[in-house]
């Protein structure tokens, strides 16, 4: 009790706050604080929803945690017995923990990780930091059982994989090894007596590589030769690092549009015969990648994919075991581009006899069934909607679990739900059918599946299904929020509106702060992030979005919206950012954002702010530039302003190859002489995803237009909005220039 009356005391208190701060012409850094402290608060105010679902890999159960008005609680379902029961005694198993680790630990930071019951059920091991720990359920007795290896941190995520050397690598029936030697594939007998050259051609320059594929049979061997390429780096200095005065150079591998790339070339091998069997190539010179490489389970033939540059072009195609000879099985083409990073899967049904595979030739992205020699058979799934993923393919029963969207007229169309198809396209069944965003997680062997579904103004459920009919077997959870709407919240509103062809709709949400007054007049800022790779407005439900509810409680409205160019609608609708990522969707989201104002006269469309990063960041200082009419005040952090400076796969993916005139045209660094209103500008100097180059050009075209912007780098720093301080300067510019207010004065603090 003393718990849930403390807490509605904060609430009540962050409700006065919000109703006086509305009437405020000028900030205090307690006015920001308590700014941040209504996420938490919101979160903290939901009860009964689930987090994170763990099916046991052997089992058929799960295990979750959830939060009530006590502190959390962790529960695990039997799916066969349909039975739910606690999973631990939270209370008493912190208490014990506290003492092990000697620091305490409270309820609300316990967070286990690699959970797992034992089949009796009688034990719940579990990780805290390298700590293994093992839980008596029947005891409540808490004893350690062990550690494990700290993890490393990641390393740089385009750091080029090391193909020249490598393990040698075994023969399946154990009598080889492969390996490279000096640049050529040599293979010798496991007991070490004899070696064999297989090749003797290779070279610095063009070697091949030390990943080697044997056939089934061990006697054949797959693999590429690579025509290297000069490596590309980008370079930054290290203003200010933490174990010495001087500066450091670091340096990262990071091909940039239109840079040469190394050619790779399937090669072949007779281990009986000891000789290479020629494959021709050439007409796979021309490639963004070659890989993928597959035997088929006979020996008859492996196969390899094929990406060509410019992604217009992707292929699957065959090589002859025997001769040598490749035959192109798929043959995917576009004229505009193929979405190979995030559409394309194939599933080889029984040994390659037949081919399941995804396109967009139709205008959406759809399951076609391929015979073994690249026949197509038929196309399993049809219609103006949208299959997301293929989630697990059963060849015996010659049917097929997938996730789509937009199949239910009127429906928000990024909806998530999940169905079961057979391989000729009959018998579809919709595994989830309430309008709402599913998000399934299936059992070992794929009896079960978890649903949580939700929208953002409709609180999860959880439920346990049965696989093959979706029948709802078992009600886990359904989150409560009656804590949560005493704080004041506000539920966010889903919204659509027709686009700039006046037929599609358009959809976004509207956040408003928990102290709206709907006769009050509010500036809106718009979150954008319109990368072509995903659609990106959020539509499972949550208390407190990321960039949301902080910047809402300061006076603002604030709208998210996935215009045309983005992903996840039809592939006309995706076309609009080809060549043309400086179109980012506006002429959809001004059109957005004055349908709202029309519904609702409190928001004001003379006063509308934009922010993003990354590809966010190139698109909000894009709003200045392109639409001063519409937009006035802008923050970009680490943004991608111009396409020729950033990462060679994001940006040809959705600029083309070769590099043409068109990368000037969208550059913000071209078009900096546009600059209209409020600009800021925010870069880490350590930024390895967007060449934070980039951003300084932006500055130094800037400076040359005799245009006023502000410049925040950040040392030390990495991709980033900024974090807190970068936060606390986005909050302050538009403070100032959209609600003529002053900013707290931080240096008096």
């Known amino acids: ?125 579990f990780q805290v930091d390298t700590i293994i720990f093992e839980w008596n359920r029947q005891k409540n007795t808490l004893k350690k059982n062990g550690t494990k290896a700290k993890n490393t941190p990641d390393g740089y995520w385009g750091e080029r994989a090391e193909d020249h050397t490598g393990p040698p690598v075994k023969s399946p029936d154990g009598k080889w090894y492969a390996f490279i030697r000096e640049n050529n594939v040599f293979i010798r007998d496991t007991a070490g007596k004899n070696q064999v050259q297989l090749s003797f051609d290779g070279s610095v320059g063009e070697y091949y590589a030390a990943e080697l594929f044997w056939s089934p049979d061990s006697q054949k061997l797959a693999g590429t030769k690579v025509r290297a390429e000069i490596p590309q780096y980008i370079y930054f200095v290290e203003s200010s690092p933490s174990d010495q005065l001087q500066p450091k150079l670091q340096k990262r591998y990071y091909p940039k549009a239109g840079d040469a790339l190394p050619i790779s070339s399937p090669v072949l091998f007779d ?17 963004f990648t070659l890989g993928n490489i597959r035997w088929h389970k006979d020996n008859r033939s492996f196969t390899f994919e094929f990406n060509q540059r410019g992604h217009q072009r992707f292929q699957v195609v065959e090589v002859n075991a025997a001769s040598g000879n490749c035959k192109v099985l798929i043959d995917e083409k576009s004229e505009t581009f193929i979405d190979y990073s995030s559409k394309l899967s194939r599933h080889d049904v029984d040994d390659g006899k037949e081919i399941l595979w995804t396109s967009e030739r139709d205008g959406w992205n759809h399951i076609y069934l391929y015979r073994g020699d690249g026949t197509l058979e038929n196309q399993v799934t049809k219609g103006n909607w949208v299959v997301r993923d293929v989630v697990q393919v059963f060849d015996s029963a010659r049917q097929l679990i997938f996730a789509a969207s937009g199949m239910h007229p009127g429906e928000d169309p990024y909806l998530l739900h999940y169905y079961r198809v057979n391989f000729d396209g009959s018998n579809l069944v919709e595994l989830t059918p309430e309008a709402a965003n599913h998000q399934a997680v299936f059992s070992a062997g794929f009896k079960f599946f978890t649903d949580t579904y939700s929208r953002v103004d409709l609180p999860a459920t959880t439920v346990l299904r049965e696989t093959s009919t979706g029948k709802i077997l078992f009600i886990a959870e359904q989150a409560d929020i009656t804590a949560l709407l005493k704080t004041g919240w506000k539920m966010p509103e889903v919204f659509s509106a027709k686009g700039r062809d006046g037929k599609t709709d358009i959809w976004g949400m509207i956040y408003r702060p928990a102290n709206f007054d709907p006769k009050k007049q509010y500036p809106v800022i718009e979150y954008i992030y319109a990368g072509p790779h995903s659609s990106h407005v959020p539509k499972s439900f949550s208390a407190a979005y990321r960039w949301y509810a902080g910047l809402a409680e300061l006076g603002f409205i604030v709208v998210q919206i996935d215009g045309m160019g983005t992903s996840n609608r039809s592939k006309a609708f995706h076309d609009v950012c080809w060549r043309n990522l400086k179109d980012a969707g506006f002429p959809d989201r001004i059109l957005w954002i004055k349908a709202a104002a029309e519904k609702y006269p409190y928001i004001d469309t003379t006063r509308v702010g934009i922010f993003g990063g990354s590809a966010g960041g190139q698109n909000s200082t894009g709003a200045l530039l392109f639409h001063p009419e519409f937009y006035k005040v802008a923050v970009s952090s680490c943004g991608c302003h111009d396409n020729r400076m950033d990462k060679i796969w994001w940006n040809e993916q959705w600029m083309g190859y070769p590099v043409g005139e068109w990368y000037a045209d969208n550059s913000n660094v071209t078009n900096a002489y546009r600059l209209k209103g409020k600009l800021m500008l925010l870069v880490g100097e350590l930024d390895d995803n967007v060449d934070p180059a980039t951003t300084v050009q932006l500055c130094d075209a800037l400076i040359k237009a005799d245009k006023e912007f502000e410049f925040v780098i950040l040392p030390g720093m990495n991709h980033t909005g900024g974090g807190k301080y970068g936060e606390r300067k986005r909050r302050d510019f538009f403070v100032k220039n959209l609600l003529n207010a002053e900013p707290p004065v931080w240096n008096e603090k």
Not at 70 to 90: H, M, P, S
């Open 1 to 125: 009790m003393n718990k849930c009356y403390n807490l509605l005391l904060t609430l009540c208190a962050v409700i006065v706050f919000f109703a006086a701060a509305s009437a405020q012409k000028s900030f205090t850094p307690s006015d920001y604080q308590r700014a941040d402290s209504v996420a938490d608060v919101f979160g903290k105010s939901v009860y009964h929803a689930v987090q994170g679902i763990n099916w046991d890999e052997n089992n058929p159960y799960f295990w979750y945690q959830t939060l009530t008005p006590e502190g959390k609680e962790f529960w695990v379902v039997y799916a066969e017995k349909l039975k739910k029961e606690k999973l631990i005694e939270t209370g008493k198993l912190v208490q014990q923990l506290s003492e092990i680790m000697k620091k305490p630990v409270k309820n609300e930071d316990f967070a286990p990780v690699n959970g797992t019951l034992s089949a009796d059920g009688k034990l719940f091991a």
């Open 271 to 287: 281990i009986g015969a000891k000789k290479q069997i020629p494959v021709d190539g050439t007409p796979f010179l021309n490639q």
